[in-house]
């Protein structure tokens, strides 16, 4: 037993269980204990490697994707660019080497970096030591000053908010909470009530779901906020996950050392996270008058920006790198176990002016 597991048993004992939502923000983001507090858990020697690390040409597309959107709004003097959940900078640091052959979107920048762990703040001010713009680092999105209009990317950032869940039972659908088994470990329960009115916030196809269902559900919160600033501001925000256009199911998993691990194991060791649900995501945010672009697979999205002719320029530029470039334009874009082209979907939030956006069709 851990000292995050230890503390929260102690909630537990006292305070009876808590929900799953609770318990996740709890083993992330708990400020000593919590997985974020103090570790790098991306690339080899991490728990997981998201896209920016297994190539530069998806931070690199991204980068001209911005300049595009920029472009779209006007060309402003003054444009932010918010990265939310930042990971190690290097999205970021290719999107900006990138963006300099737009010298004038490279120029009207100032980035705004979201992020909660301190280590991974350290790790991205290296990262991004030599960036040649102002960079400011918030610890919620609501830090970024509302002056200029924004571009938001938000990259594997959604999956790892709390995610709550409800079972399907005879009495209606009961809330999955955690709470202490008999042996005095970490179980799921469900609490004893059913939730008042569950059944009207689910897709009306969904309602008649059988025993034993299981409805995940985030707070909607980011997403208004997101889609709000966006009106208020001006711009677009892009959102790239994992996850899946809404319906019933259990995605929440742990990952420690690039394997699955026990959910309620050694909490703040391991990473949880679960799908993304695009339609509650885009749902949310046209509640604040955005509009919604997408969403469009992960493969679909890099290969319209280009993927396959930037492969094809890095192969010529570099010798002997072929098989490995190959490699990894594959796991950016095809389907199967290891690829992330079809899991992965992306989706555009903008203020409503803005018409079409690049890699949307």
Excluded: C
């Amino acid at each position: 037993m851990n000292a995050l597991e230890a503390e929260i048993r102690k909630i537990v004992a006292v305070d009876g269980p808590i929900p799953v939502a609770q318990f996740m923000a709890l083993a992330l983001g708990h400020p000593t204990h919590g997985y974020y507090a103090g570790r790098d858990p991306f690339a080899a020697r991490g728990d997981f490697i998201t896209a920016p690390e297994i190539s530069q040409m998806f931070g690199e597309l991204i980068g001209l994707w911005a300049a595009a959107a920029w472009s779209e709004m006007g060309s402003p003097d003054r444009i932010r660019l918010v990265e939310l959940g930042p990971g190690r900078g290097t999205l970021m640091a290719d999107a900006l080497r990138a963006a300099k052959i737009a010298k004038e979107f490279h120029a009207a920048l100032a980035v705004d970096l979201v992020e909660i762990s301190p280590a991974l703040r350290r790790r991205q001010q290296q990262t991004l030591a030599a960036a040649g713009v102002p960079l400011s680092w918030h610890a919620t999105l609501a830090q970024v000053p509302e002056k200029n209009p924004l571009i938001v990317i938000a990259n594997e950032f959604f999956d790892a908010l709390p995610v709550h869940q409800a079972v399907r039972a005879k009495s209606g659908w009961h809330e999955r909470m955690v709470g202490l088994a008999d042996d005095g470990k970490l179980a799921l329960a469900l609490h004893p009530d059913p939730i008042v009115g569950f059944s009207a916030m689910l897709p009306a196809e969904l309602r008649d779901a059988p025993a034993g269902a299981i409805w995940e559900w985030r707070s909607d919160a980011w997403a208004v906020e997101l889609g709000r600033r966006l009106v208020r501001q001006g711009g677009v925000a892009l959102v790239i996950d994992y996850g899946h256009a809404g319906g019933l199911g259990e995605t929440l998993q742990a990952v420690g050392g690039h394997a699955f691990a026990q959910v309620l194991e050694r909490p703040g060791e391991v990473d949880l996270s679960a799908h993304v649900d695009f339609a509650a995501l885009a749902r949310a945010a046209a509640r604040s008058g955005a509009r919604v672009h997408g969403p469009v697979t992960q493969r679909e999205f890099l290969t319209r920006l280009g993927i396959e002719t930037r492969a094809a320029m890095l192969k010529t530029a570099t010798s002997g790198r072929a098989a490995e470039i190959d490699a990894a334009r594959a796991r950016l874009t095809e389907g199967g176990p290891r690829g992330m082209g079809e899991l992965f979907k992306v989706v555009a939030l903008a203020e409503p002016k803005l018409g079409a956006l690049p890699g949307f069709g």
